[in-house]
């Protein structure tokens, strides 16, 4: 029986077990790339020391240590257990401090408090419409007045007209076999993912809700912000019809 694409769940703990998502990805996450995320951070929201930041979905702590090593305040979330230990183990080992914090992104009910909140990594729009606006609305009560938020994700525009239906992953003789499909009905972009490691498979399916820029802004509007400049890249080029991805700086009202 052919499987319905548009009923499989997320399954988070499948997804972020740390050992497989690492081994997949750790060769592209490398300290370059985190030096040049963090560079942008550090320019385009226009952090001054000691701000307070929240690192939600931080992770194994990439981000949050190199911040934290620069002289911010930094909280780190994540729902992940195995993430977090890895995070503070980096941490001590670079001994610095971060306080990091196992929770669900959709129950943070911090006020007022942070100067700066990062979600990064297409960390956003792993719900339905109104909780992915939720996700938006507890970021906006935990900023402060005029505080900014920063997260990147795809521009759907440009993803659906490059659609890749397949995309395999080789590493060694292990495979990660990412299937797409998009459901025009709720933009969700679906991934049946498989993962096969020493000859065993695992399933790990996942959907991330695609926006447009217009979406965006409208939804930014609707949890208390205001859009203030989308970029397209970590270099911090300017946006256009054409770019893959957006990098999205918001601005709390």
Not at 128 to 146: F, G
Not at 170 to 185: C, N, S
Not at 212 to 231: D, F, R, V
Request: charged letters at 30%; one cysteine or more.
């Amino acid at each position: 029986m052919k499987q319905n694409t548009f009923k499989l769940k997320f399954d988070f703990k499948a997804v972020f077990e740390p050992n497989d998502y690492l081994y997949f990805y750790q060769d592209g996450l490398t300290s370059e790339r985190t030096e040049r995320e963090v560079n942008f951070i550090i320019k385009f929201l226009k952090l001054k020391k000691p701000m307070e930041i929240l690192d939600l979905a931080c992770g194994h702590g990439r981000h949050s240590n190199l911040l934290a090593s620069c002289g911010y305040r930094i909280t780190g979330i994540d729902i992940t257990k195995g993430f977090l230990d890895i995070a503070k183990k980096d941490a001590k080992k670079k001994e610095v401090k971060v306080n990091y914090i196992k929770q669900d992104m959709r129950k943070i009910s911090f006020k007022n408090k942070f100067d700066r909140v990062l979600l990064l990594f297409t960390a956003f729009g792993y719900f339905d419409d109104k909780t992915n606006l939720k996700v938006l609305q507890n970021i906006a009560r935990a900023l402060r007045p005029k505080g900014l938020l920063c997260f990147d994700t795809f521009n759907r525009d440009v993803l659906l007209k490059n659609y890749l239906p397949y995309i395999v992953t080789e590493k060694g003789r292990d495979l990660m076999i990412d299937i797409h499909k998009y459901d025009d009905k709720t933009f969700r972009l679906y991934n049946r993912r498989i993962v096969i490691r020493d000859g065993k498979r695992k399933d790990k399916p996942f959907f991330v809700r695609l926006y447009s820029p217009t979406e965006i802004k409208s939804l930014l509007k609707h949890a208390g912000m205001k859009l203030c400049t989308i970029y397209a890249d970590w270099e911090g080029i300017a946006f256009t019809n054409n770019s893959r991805r957006m990098i999205i700086v918001a601005q709390k009202i």
